[in-house]
């Protein structure tokens, strides 16, 4: 098991940006690929990036693509996500989640490991 901690949400305005920070510990960091997801009230959570173990591969959601970015430093046990050009419908709970071995995925239910979220709200 790896415990994850998110940090780096906050209130900005539209076309703003933000980085979301996630810190590992507790296992291998490069045994995990990572991935962040978000959930906003009354929907359900939903995948937004993920990358590979050694970072050589990553997977972004359509709706997201050209304004973030998902990134790892593995000797610092973290994975980032560089979120730019932030409109109000990314407003949410942004949670990152651990998978251990494999490959990326895009389905909550691969992930084995999960933070408590950090809140990004966006205002226009």
């Known amino acids: 098991q790896v415990q994850l901690v998110e940090s780096g949400g906050g209130l900005v305005q539209a076309g703003g940006s933000l980085r979301l920070s996630c810190a590992a510990s507790?296992?291998?960091?490069?045994?995990?690929?990572m991935g962040w997801f978000r959930q906003a009230p009354g929907k359900e959570r939903e995948f937004v990036a993920a990358i590979s173990r050694l970072g050589g591969s990553s997977l972004l959601t359509d709706s997201v693509k050209g304004r973030f970015t998902i990134s790892r430093d593995n000797a610092k046990n973290t994975v980032y996500l560089q979120m730019s050009s932030l409109k109000p419908e990314d407003t949410a709970v942004y949670y990152c989640?651990?998978?251990?071995?494999?490959?990326?995925?895009?389905?909550?239910?691969?992930?084995?490991?999960w933070g408590q979220g950090t809140q990004v709200t966006v205002s226009s």
């Open positions: 989640a651990a998978k251990k071995w494999g490959a990326v995925e895009t389905s909550t239910d691969r992930y084995d490991d």
């Open positions: 507790g296992r291998t960091f490069s045994y995990y690929a």
